[in-house]
């Protein structure tokens, strides 16, 4: 064999991978969100998804949604995973980077994606497309530079057995 093989993943395929791999460690029982921060060069610079901040049990803290009393839903509690990529991160900048995350990130998460330097969103699902706080997001991704892609699925098989 002179020739290298010619089936490897691509970049896209690669990074979305991390992503979606990182979403699995979510303990969420509705939503498994993650997220992979990769260097101009396609190097690896941090990953998060979704959970509770350190110190704040996931056994104590709620996961529902659906309660009147804001203080028993997950949504006042949980970190998503774009900001959990940014806060992991332990490098000097993000300057130019690249995110690659499974559901389009929400108007709080864009914030702090425009303030750290991202320049690139691949995402997934957009399913939250009509919502007020994605609405905001691409109005605050646009605002800034910061450009934003549907990823394209090869629709192949990946498949890990650990």
Known sequence: MNEKRTDYISWDEYFMAVAKLAGMRSKDPSSQVGA???SSDNKILSMGYNGFPKGCSDDVFPWGKKSEDPLENKYVYVTHSELNAILNYRGASLEGAKLYVSLFPCNEC?????????RKIIYDCDKYDKTPAV???????QAAG??????????RTIEITV
């Open 135 to 141: 609405i905001a997001s691409k109005m605050m991704f």
């Open 146 to 155: 910061v450009s934003f892609q549907k990823y394209e699925p090869s629709h």
């Open 36 to 38: 992979c921060i990769v």
């Open 110 to 118: 864009a914030k702090a994606i425009i303030q750290s330097g991202i």
